[in-house]
Structures are given as structure tokens and as C-alpha cells.
């Protein structure tokens, strides 16, 4: 950056509820990140926490903007209310994240870098597994209409995917530096629609507005693993009822599902076909989304995205 010129400044949003150790051990991390160059500023959405979350953080971070929530946020709404905040000002970036992470030191460097060497990009960070940190966890989910919708890579290392950021048609809401401008043309999340997973519909409407999605794999983030949903095979018929067709929030949801095939895929008649096709895949035992997904080829990302790369 040259002499006078004005630092980038970023915000930085998580929502959280009851999680106080975890946000704790995010905010100790993103404290000792290198932040030289660049104007960074914390907004925490404490969405009712009742374990005193929010006065661990006045003690700790008192720098640290906290956002009240009533406990009905969720993760869409809790971040959007963070966005909401962190617009307020003036950004020139805001980065969205989760708050069971750990960060490398130069992560948020590289991402504001890839951002600003590639105009009209939002750039999502390489997310690793912090118990086998050379895993890598739901980065590049990619559009397959024969299995059932957006594939999620369970092989890949730090050593399969390309070196250089690459473009890819979907980035999970782990870890996202959105340019403000991206922002105020596509407005927030879908709350409504997507309580828990507004990431599946907005970086793919981002997409479709002209932005391009990449990641940059230098820009390491380490997530805590996902605990596994519980067997839908094993519910009564009551919570399978409202598992599948009533709480837009669970991982089962098939309204979810839906709308997530339908304002993520491609067209609208591969959203469509995707529907049916993931029934009988998961009938036949064969859903890309379980443990068959272990035992089925799964090329290096480098090769899948070698002709999505950009310097």
C-alpha cells in the first residue's frame, strides 16, 4: 500500500449463541492475526446467549461491537443483522464467519489480497478440519444434477487442491469476504426461506449477478467438525414429519433441500431433475451425502478446477 493511501477497511461478523468458550477461543485467535495494513473491526451478534457470553466478551474484547439478538435468530438472521451493523460503517469489505474456528495468522491478508487483485469477486477462505488439519471441509461444493444437487468433496487434502485461487460455483458461509459493493447490489441473505443455511442461496445469487466466487487456498481457516445429523430411518413418525417438511432448519429438511437445488442450480430444470434423482440415490443406498461418498473415485480438486484458476 502506498504512503497515504487509505487502509482497506474490513468488518468482521459472526453470529453466535451459547458457545462461549468456542467464541472465546475465535476471538483469541482472530486477535493475533496480522492486520497490518488494514483497518479491522469485530461486530458479534449474541443471538440470547444465556451462558454470559456476551460479558466474557466486554471483559475480554472490549473493541468487540456486540449485537443483542432475542434467541429467534438463527445463523441467516443473526448475520444479516451483523451485515446490517458492519454497513453502518462504511466498510470497503465484511467477512462473515462462524465462530468455531481458528485462523492462520495471514489468512485474512490473502483473502482481502485475492479480493483486491480481482475486482467484482467474493473470495471464501481453504477450510480445514482443526482435528486433522490437513482435511479439507466443504470448500468448491460443485453442481452434479445426476447426484442429486451440489456435491460436497470428502477425499481432499491441502495437497489435492490447486495453488492458485480458484473459481467455483458455490462458497459455504464458514469464512466469506464479501466486497461491500457486492453487498449493496444483492442485499441480504434469504432469512425467511433459509434460516440455517442462507449461504446456499446467496453466493449462487451473487454468481448469477455477475460477481465470481473464488477461493483462495493460501487463506487457511480450521473448523470445528460437524456432528453428524441424527438417522432419519430411526424417527417416529412425527419428528420424521416435521424433519422433512416443516423445520427449514435441519439438514434434512426436504423443503430445504428444495429450495436450495432451486436457487443454487444452474437452471431451473437441473434444479428440478436433481429432486427426484436425489430419492433414488439415497433409496439405493447410493447418496453422495453419506458414507457412500467415502468409497467412490473423487479426482484431486486441482484437476477438477485446473481451468478455473486466476493468478
Known sequence: MSAGEKQPRVEIVTPVHNRRDITLQCLRSLSRIDRAGLDVHVIVVDDGSTD???????????????????GSLWFTAGTNRGIEAAMRHDPDFVLTMNDD?????????????????????????????????????????RWETMSGGFR?????????VPESPFEVELIVGNCVLFPAEAIRENGLM??????HYGDAEYTPRMRRNGWKLLIEPAARVFCQPNNPPPRVRKMGLRK????????????????????????????????????????ARWAAGRNIEGG????????????????????
Open 152 to 160: 460436497h468433496w470428502v477425499q481432499q487434502t491441502v495437497w489435492t
Open 101 to 141: 474456528q481458528i485462523f492462520d495468522e495471514r489468512f485474512l491478508q490473502r483473502m482481502v489480497g485475492t479480493a483486491r487483485r480481482h475486482p467484482r469477486s467474493v473470495v471464501g477462505a481453504l477450510l480445514l478440519l482443526w482435528d486433522e488439519p490437513h482435511r479439507v471441509f466443504q470448500v468448491a461444493p
Open 190 to 195: 434469504d432469512e425467511k426461506r433459509f434460516p
Open 292 to 311: 457412500y461418498a467415502n468409497s467412490i473415485p473423487e479426482p484431486p480438486l486441482k484437476e477438477t478446477y485446473s481451468m478455473k484458476t486466476v493468478e
Open 52 to 70: 454470559g457470553t456476551a460479558d466474557a466478551i466486554r471483559e475480554a474484547y472490549p473493541d468487540v461491537e456486540i449485537i443483542a439478538g432475542d
Open 240 to 279: 420424521l414429519f416435521r424433519t422433512l417438511f416443516v423445520d427449514l432448519g435441519n439438514a434434512h429438511s426436504l423443503r430445504r433441500r428444495f429450495l436450495a437445488n432451486w436457487h443454487g442450480a444452474p437452471t431451473r430444470i437441473e434444479a428440478l431433475v436433481a429432486f427426484p434423482v436425489f430419492f
